[in-house]
């Protein structure tokens, strides 16, 4: 809980309503003011988490991403504006966050936070909001925190699903429960938003939802989702909360690698986000030349290959298409000639990426469309 700070008359009137708030109050809104939050990605869910957190009396807020904005990214990044196209995320956002509460002390960070870098970012902040699209940046967010006892207000949001929890090494009451904890060792990357869409409005729900978190850590309301996993389906608008237990101790595990008491509890692969996030994306890893299969292993006349890997000109044979471009409706000419009963054969690295033009082109009208990763 962060010490309180007076607040003069002007914010006191922009603050009203949580003045009269319940269980809120004067103090808590003190606390928020003399707060410093540290939102790691300017993406789907860092725009929600970083407007609400600005509106609500936060005094300091910092931003970590590396990325500009796309024209891709304003169907779920609600913070930036078509006029931001091609502006850093953090220039971007800092200004929207100005805009909307002048007396917030806005930190723009544009660079990617590493395990070499994190550290020394995240000190001198209070708290953590992690909206990171990549398991990468989770995980060196998570043991920079650790590290420095800070909590982490986590959430990620996928397709149609989201989930939010809190995690902190120090937290009181057996609640000290970290990232790892819950989901094991770093692994692989994995599908993204950019390879199997999100939904828009459920980054709002999720990124709101972690603000909320934020507020009750920061100021000592409520009860914060401390050893609780929330997992949102926005098909339904449910929500389920999943209990966590602390790990065991370093004794009892023997060496192991961590405790998971909701080992069912998977996250989704990133937006949010992001770092990246929920705005820079999880492209899938380029090959080795020699991964690649050889032509006579490609699939015979009449089948049109697409290729909406990362390498233009890596499959031999094959039409090159981004997958922006088809789900802008930009087709090549090769496909666009091609009969619609034909078959269409899409590859990309890791199958992801061909997932998602697939659906794209049986949406489209090609009725016989296969999707095949070249590795892996």
């Not at 020394?120 to 953590?128: D, K, M, Q, R």
């Not at 999880?282 to 290959?305: I, N, Y």
Request: aromatic content about 4%.
């Amino acid at each position: 809980m962060i010490p309180a700070s007076g607040l003069g008359p002007a914010e006191r009137r922009r603050v009203a309503r949580h003045l009269l708030l319940d269980g809120f109050g004067l103090a808590a809104q003190e606390r928020l003011a003399a707060s410093r939050v540290v939102v790691v990605g300017a993406g789907g869910l860092g725009s929600p988490v970083l407007q609400y957190l600005a509106a609500a009396g936060v005094g300091t807020l910092g931003i970590i991403d590396d990325d500009a904005v796309d024209v891709s990214n304003l169907q779920r990044q609600v913070l930036h504006t078509a006029a931001d196209v091609g502006r850093g995320k953090t220039e971007s956002a800092a200004d929207a966050l100005r805009g909307l509460a002048p007396d917030v002390e806005v930190i723009a960070h544009r660079e990617r936070l590493t395990r070499d870098n994190a550290g020394a970012i995240l000190a001198g902040y209070h708290l953590v909001v992690d909206g990171s699209d990549t398991f990468e940046t989770r995980y060196a967010v998570s043991d920079a925190a650790t590290g420095l006892g800070l909590p982490v207000v986590w959430g990620t949001v996928l397709g149609w699903d989201g989930q939010v929890s809190v995690f902190w090494s120090a937290a009181p009451d057996g609640r000290a429960i970290t990232y790892p904890d819950v989901f094991g060792p770093q692994p692989p990357e994995g599908e993204s938003c950019e390879t199997v869409g999100v939904l828009s409005p459920a980054c709002g729900v999720v990124g709101s939802t972690m603000a909320v978190e934020a507020v009750k850590l920061l100021t000592g309301t409520g009860d914060p989702a401390l050893g609780r996993l929330l997992a949102y389906d926005a098909r339904t608008s449910g929500w389920d909360t999943i209990e966590l237990a602390a790990p065991a101790s370093s004794a009892e595990v023997a060496g192991s690698e961590a405790a998971a008491a909701a080992p069912s509890a998977v996250a989704p692969a990133p937006e949010s986000s992001a770092a990246a996030p929920g705005a820079a994306t999880v492209p899938d890893p380029t090959p080795p030349a020699d991964a690649l299969p050889p032509a006579d292993a490609l699939p015979p006349a009449g089948v049109l290959l697409l290729d909406v890997g990362l390498v233009p000109g890596a499959v031999p044979g094959a039409v090159f298409a981004r997958l922006e471009d088809l789900a802008a409706g930009h087709f090549p000419a090769e496909l666009l000639d091609h009969p619609a009963d034909a078959p269409v054969v899409v590859v990309c690295e890791r199958g992801l990426r061909s997932r998602g033009a697939e659906q794209l082109l049986r949406a489209e009208g090609w009725l016989d469309v296969t999707s095949r990763a070249l590795v892996g």
